[in-house]
Structures are given as C-alpha cells and as structure tokens.
C-alpha cells in the first residue's frame, strides 16, 4: 500500500499547460446551460456552487479546511503549470468551447468508436477526429444540456446520460421538478452514423434518471442492454420514490432503436430496505464475455453474475468502512481482480491533503476467488496517490481504464486535480505508481470544481477529459506499457469491458533458431527470432518492437499480430492483423 509523500521529494518536470482553441467544425443544437450549472465565479460559497452540480457533489461537500497544508502548497506546480514523471507527457489540448465553454459546463465522461472520441459535458457532447492523436479536430458538438452527460456507443447509437429534471426530453428543454410528473430524465438516444450530424431519435425516461450507464449486448446480437445507474430519491419526487435500491434496464433493438424501453428494474438490494448507503448505485461496469459485472454501489461494492442480461444475479457484496462513497470499478484482464473506487468528498472535497489518511478516498482491490456461484470478493490492498495537494484542489479516486500491457496489470485513472495517474496493480497487495501527470490548482484564491474526470487508454494513447481544462490527449513512454500498442480496440466504452489476447508467454531476448508455438499466446517485446516461426490452431503470437528473421505460417491461430516489428521472411497467416511493420517477403492474410 502506497503511503503518502510530500511533494517537495519528487522527480518533476513543470512546464506551461498547452493551450490554442481548435474551430468548431459543426454545431448540432443550441440550448441555455442546464440550471444545474452554475458558474461558481458568481458566489464565493464553493459548498452552493458544488450543490447545483447535480453529482453526489453535494451530499458529500467537504467544507474548507481551515488552514492550507503548506509544505504541499510550497512544492505544488502553479496555476496554469503541469507537473510530470519523465515518461508521460501532453501532446495535445483542445480547451472547451462552444456551448461548453463556461465554468460551470463540466466535462464528463469519454467513449471511442474507430477514429472518433465521444466527449460528454453536462450539457451535451462533443465528437473529436483523433486520427491524428497529437491534433485531434473538432468534429462536431451537440448541445443538449441535461447534466452528467455520460456517453456510451454502440455501432450507429450513441447513449446520452441525463441526471437532472427537465421541462421535457428535447434539447430545448428548462431545468424542471422532481415533484412534477410532467418533468423527464434518463437516457437520450442518438444517431451518430454521420459524427458531423448525430440526430436525436429517442428518449427513455428511468427512476431517478441516468446518472450513468453501461452498454451490455445481448447474447443474440440483435439488441443491446443499457443498465442505467441512479440513486438519490426522496418521497416528494415523483419518478424517484423510496427505496430506490435498484437499477433500470432499457432493452435497444438494433434493428429498431426506436422502440427501446426499459424492460426490467431488477432490486439488487432487497434486504436494505432502501438504506442511504445502498439507494441505487452509482456505477456498474461490465463484462460481457465473462458473463460478470462488478457495482460501485454507493455504499456496496458487488461482483454480479449477468449471463440472463435482464436478470442480474449478485455472487459478493462487500463494505469497507474507510469507504465513504463506492463510486465506479474496474477489472483486470483475466476477471480475477477488481479495483473499485472511493469517492468520499462527492468529486468536490480536497481529499488528498495530509488531513485524510492513504485509504481514505482511495482505491481499493479486491481479488476474485472461487468459481461460478461461488465467487467472492477478497480484499488485497489500497492505492492512492502519493502526492500531497492543497485544499484548494478537489482530488480523489475517479474513472480509469486498463492499459493492454503484456503479462502485467496496468491502469490509467483520474484523479480529478490530483491529476492523471497510472498504477501496476500485478500484485494486489502492493500496487504502485509508475507515471502521474498533473495541473496546478485552477486558482490560488478558491477552490474551483475541475482536474481529470475521465482518463482511458486507447489505442496507444491516454486521453483525459478534464473539467475545465476541456480534451487532454497524452502519450505514455515506458517499457512496462509501450507493448500496449499491440492491441488496438474498434470501439471502446470503458464500463463495457473488452478482453484481449493474454500473453501466457512473453519473450524479450535474441532467440536463434525456429519457434513452434503449439498452444497458450506467446508475445514477443523487443525480441529477435533468427527461424521460422509456425503457430499451430488455437495457439497464438503477438510481436511488438521485435524483429523476425524467417518465415512466419499459422493456421487456425487463436490470434496473430504483428505491429511495429520487422519481418525478414514470408507472413502466410490467414485473419493476421499487421500494423506500422515491415514485412521483406510475400503476406498472404485473407
């Protein structure tokens, strides 16, 4: 377990945040912001200002400390300064924009579709062009307010989360009352199959709205599951009635989005009651191949069985009383670990100051052990970050992704102003920090709501959507990560947990002579194979940053790829992906 250290011991690297607006290439929608969004410039009331967030932000308000940690202040990069490990730098900064400008429309969370970043924003969202990842363009934003603003894709639809009473579903609505059976909130629907001109085509009205949701297809492949995750109700709301301890399940048929609606709102926490700790649940990710989906359930984390899609099952619940709010979850790879969050200060509060202890606002993993409804939740350790910030920066554990390193397990995450921060959490017991990144305060006079909301790997790169800040893209340089770059995703929603290939084997010397691989996927990091190389069916070979000198045959692989490598020899591998590589013979892959 990581214990906290002063700032003032670290290796930086402080540089000017970058900065220069980008043109807007399209808009969608016009709208006044949300209600919900208040620009706290206009109160020195930083509890009022988070309270009309529309996040748990309120219920967890941590008031001011009465005096600035000053060692961490001393030590700590200025407004406008970015502090670094020397592996992980900024590439590229789109600041907000557009209907998303002001201070009170806040970033939210990212989803990924082939070339294209889906950025979401408490009113709206925006669509980036990052084929080029160091100069993402604009695309298009669409301007709906409606708060939270979580989005998830799915082929031709995008998912819109909407956590706020509205006049109505359109993007023209006014803020509305939870009192009024007329008001609406939940989960809009729109078509993106032209990014420059997604189209509006459906609202799905859920209990309580959608504070997030998460994409679960069906076994059949003709519809996908949207589980959307709310809490807060109060007897005086209408659609939002105690107890709430249950999530909504909105079936999409593909074939006619249109028709989505919720077909299930199975109670996950019967034997509550409809306590506080347990009224819903703030995030669930899932998955899909596994048949599992861990809940950051307010004050439950629990390990779900979902092979019937409409009838979640849950295996384990966990409590941990340094928890104040479990807020989201990630597993690893193998689905034998996964590491749930803290958010205790609601996103708002400055929980990374001396005056809260390394387990407090933390991560925390648990190991999954058993097998099929016996599984349970075990847990192993905390992570937090080492680093000390003052009291003017809200910090604490928030979203993050798994980076695709061979044979380790690796994350990026968010740690609001506490900054980006990537974690090898190989051993449960003992994670540890291996690159941050992060801002100065946003000012040295207030606490002003920002830092990272979201921060993912994809394809190569770490992408972060800061609330203030606007669309961070930064690359990550260090030979624990850099063979992530073998794998690549089509489209990615991070509560939608994708698997990829598991290097049961993984080589980094010179080999001479040939290589059979029979079974198990053997990858190659830096290596040099002076042979042929034959890959018998179900086997599998990944090469990365290596060289091949020989022939390559496959048949029936359970996966080849060779990206960023060099072949000195004949590829016959038929379903073989082969990227950024040379290859100095005849490839037949299809």
Not at 131 to 149: E, F
Not at 179 to 188: F, H, I, K, L, N
């Amino acid at each position: 377990m990581s214990q906290p250290n002063s700032r003032a011991s670290r290796r930086r690297a402080v540089g000017l945040a970058a900065g220069g607006a980008l043109l807007l290439a399209a808009v969608v929608a016009v709208a006044a912001p949300a209600s919900g969004a208040v620009d706290s410039t206009q109160s020195t009331d930083n509890c009022e200002s988070f309270r009309a967030a529309g996040d748990n932000f309120a219920e967890y308000c941590i008031a001011e400390e009465a005096a600035n940690d000053v060692s961490a202040a001393d030590a700590i990069p200025g407004v406008d300064e970015i502090s670094s490990t020397a592996n992980i730098r900024q590439i590229a900064n789109i600041p907000k924009f557009g209907g998303f400008a002001s201070e009170g429309a806040y970033n939210s969370d990212l989803a990924f579709q082939g070339n294209y970043a889906f950025a979401g924003n408490y009113e709206g969202f925006n669509v980036f062009d990052i084929t080029d990842p160091s100069s993402p363009q604009v695309t298009s934003q669409v301007v709906c307010p409606g708060s939270q603003g979580d989005p998830t894709v799915f082929g031709n639809l995008l998912f819109l989360a909407v956590d706020a009473p509205r006049s109505d579903d359109s993007c023209n609505s006014a803020s509305g009352s939870s009192g009024q059976a007329s008001s609406w909130e939940g989960v809009r629907i729109f078509d993106i199959s032209d990014k420059a001109n997604p189209r509006y085509i459906k609202a799905v009205r859920t209990d309580c709205g959608s504070h997030t949701q998460t994409l679960v297809p069906s076994k059949d492949g003709k519809s996908v599951y949207v589980y959307v995750q709310s809490y807060g109700p109060s007897n005086n709301a209408f659609y939002c009635k105690p107890p709430h301890d249950k999530i909504s399940i909105i079936k999409v048929p593909l074939g006619s989005p249109t028709d989505a609606a919720v077909v299930a709102t199975p109670v996950l926490f019967p034997q509550t009651a409809g306590a506080t700790s347990t009224s819903g649940c703030h995030d669930i990710t899932a998955y899909p191949e596994l048949d599992l989906a861990a809940g950051a359930c307010m004050g439950d984390g629990v390990l779900m069985d979902i092979s019937d899609r409409e009838s979640p099952v849950i295996l384990s619940q966990v409590r941990d009383t340094n928890f104040a709010f479990w807020h989201s979850a990630t597993f690893n790879n193998a689905g034998t670990k996964v590491v749930f969050t803290d958010e205790l200060g609601g996103g708002s509060g400055a929980i990374c100051t001396s005056g809260y202890r390394a387990n407090q606002g933390a991560n925390g993993i648990y190991d999954i052990v058993g097998s099929g409804a016996d599984r349970e939740l075990v847990f192993k350790g905390y992570f937090k970050i080492p680093r000390l910030n003052t009291t003017l920066e809200n910090c604490v554990a928030h979203n993050g992704s798994l980076i695709p390193a061979m044979g380790r397990d690796i994350m990026v995450q968010a740690w609001y102003q506490g900054g980006v921060s990537v974690i090898d959490f190989t051993d449960s017991a003992n994670p540890v920090e291996i690159a941050y990144w992060e801002r100065g305060p946003l000012s040295d006079t207030r606490r002003v709501l920002g830092g990272a909301w979201s921060t993912y790997y994809h394809n190569g790169y770490i992408y972060s959507n800061d609330i203030q800040k606007g669309f961070d893209v930064l690359k990550l340089d260090d030979p624990r990560t850099n063979n992530a770059r073998a794998v690549a995703f089509a489209e990615l929603n991070v509560q939608t947990q994708p698997s990829y290939p598991a290097c049961t084997t993984v080589l980094r010397e010179r080999r001479n002579g040939s290589l059979n691989i029979t079974s198990g996927v053997t990858c190659l990091d830096g290596a040099s194979v002076n042979g042929a190389i034959k890959v018998a069916p179900g086997a599998g070979l990944i090469v990365f940053n290596s060289t091949l000198n020989g022939s390559l045959h496959a048949s029936g692989a359970s996966v080849v790829s060779i990206v960023e490598s060099r072949v000195n020899g004949s590829v016959d591998a038929i379903g073989a992906t082969i990227r950024d590589s040379k290859i100095n013979g005849s490839v037949r892959t299809s």
